[in-house]
């Protein structure tokens, strides 16, 4: 299901218009937040083998409905189905004009990658094609965000929320709070698409960033004065034993509430920027002759910190304590903040072509290709002598 979702935000990112790509790529990460809290009310109610067998059904409904789906022009035009592009397209952006300068800019870039002619060059010349700035640099790119995102916490406090909320003491249902996270998450995701439209990218990245650094740098100090009380000392997480009647627990059992408030303001932050805009982004960055081995590596190693990450928690917590694994999800995320301000690029609206440029750009490409906008410049001249 998982590989499905990654192919999905390929398949969406070469069908859309720029300007949509940071919507469209939203709704992938909506569905996955609606998913969880469904599952999550399912689970309330439920036995785990009924919420199975409920979700049995959605694969079958998804398969029927990918038949219906036309092919990516971008895929038709990398393999010289000019025509099939066009007919594609034009049932995608319903017009013939716009149909036809979409084909003249995916054939231009069909003939600049030929013109590398990668295939016939030594085996030292196409890894140099291929670990270069190029494709390496938004790969890395991609692979960092998603490193940041899966160890910011987010999965970690999703997979063990109820335990979280019944080791902080809460004075609500557990389960009511679980489900609670998950409706924030939704409708803060729900947000998220519609802010994607009218902030960059690293805008929103950062601004979630720092909501997510500051709200589990709260929820650590809060456990860390829980924890240094004598009376608290023997609690874990997976058996919480706390008892009133020191000065640390009374003046604790007045700010019960900071827990559910911090994870709500986490969530909330997590699902407006490192939650959705990792997913899309890096797929804009890659280009698409490189696309889907490239962006399998990164989804691959999403899944692998997701992995590592939540396996991790519980040991964190033996060995860290509750305070010191929320400040170690603060810090990264603090880190990947800093990250993003500095090497992640702004690709909203741009075209394919001018995302490769800001690439070509920085790295020493081993062909020699004009730079400078020449070749855009004659792409435009093309363009107008169409249109």
């Not at 069909?110 to 938004?138: A, H, M, Q």
């Not at 964190?316 to 995320?333: C, E, K, R």
Request: proline share 3%.
């Amino acid at each position: 299901m998982s590989k499905m979702f990654y192919w999905t935000q390929v398949y969406l990112c070469e069908i859309v218009e720029p300007d949509l790509r940071g919507v469209s790529g939203s709704l992938p990460s909506l569905m996955v937040s609606t998913g969880i809290l469904c599952i999550w009310c399912l689970g309330s109610v439920l036995d785990w083998r009924a919420v199975a067998f409920t979700c049995s059904f959605f694969p079958i409904f998804v398969f029927v409905y990918v038949i219906c789906l036309p092919e990516s022009p971008v895929w038709l035009m990398a393999k010289g189905r000019q025509p099939d592009a066009y007919k594609c397209l034009v049932w995608l952006r319903n017009q013939s004009q716009e149909a036809e300068q979409e084909c003249l800019r995916l054939e231009y870039l069909r003939e600049r990658r030929n013109s590398r002619d990668v295939g016939g060059l030594s085996i030292k010349i196409c890894c140099t094609y291929i670990f270069g700035g190029r494709v390496l640099k938004p790969l890395f790119i991609g692979m960092t965000l998603f490193f940041v995102q899966q160890f910011s916490g987010s999965y970690s406090i999703i997979f063990y929320a109820t335990l979280i909320f019944r080791y902080a003491d809460h004075f609500i249902n557990d389960y009511l709070e679980t489900i609670a996270l998950g409706f924030v998450r939704t409708m803060s995701t729900l947000v998220g698409i519609f802010l994607v439209n009218f902030f960059t990218r690293r805008f929103l990245l950062i601004v979630s960033g720092l909501i997510m650094c500051a709200s589990t740098g709260i929820l650590g100090a809060y456990f860390w004065f829980r924890e240094k009380d004598e009376v608290f000392g023997n609690s874990t997480m997976i058996s919480p034993d706390f008892t009133s009647g020191s000065t640390t627990s009374e003046i604790i059992s007045h700010v019960e509430w900071v827990p559910l408030v911090c994870l709500i303001v986490f969530m909330f932050g997590y699902s407006i920027g490192f939650g959705i805009i990792p997913w899309f982004l890096m797929v804009e960055l890659l280009p698409s002759d490189v696309r889907g081995w490239a962006s399998s590596i990164g989804y691959a190693f999403n899944q692998i910190c997701l992995f590592t990450s939540v396996k991790t928690f519980l040991d964190m917590i033996d060995v860290l304590d509750a305070h010191g694994t929320f400040w170690f999800y603060s810090g990264i995320v603090f880190m990947g903040v800093v990250f993003v301000f500095f090497f992640v690029p702004e690709t909203g609206n741009l075209h394919e072509a001018e995302i490769e440029e800001i690439f070509e750009k920085r790295a020493d490409q081993f062909e020699d290709i004009d730079l400078d906008g020449t070749e855009e410049d004659e792409f435009d001249v093309v363009a107008d002598s169409n249109f």
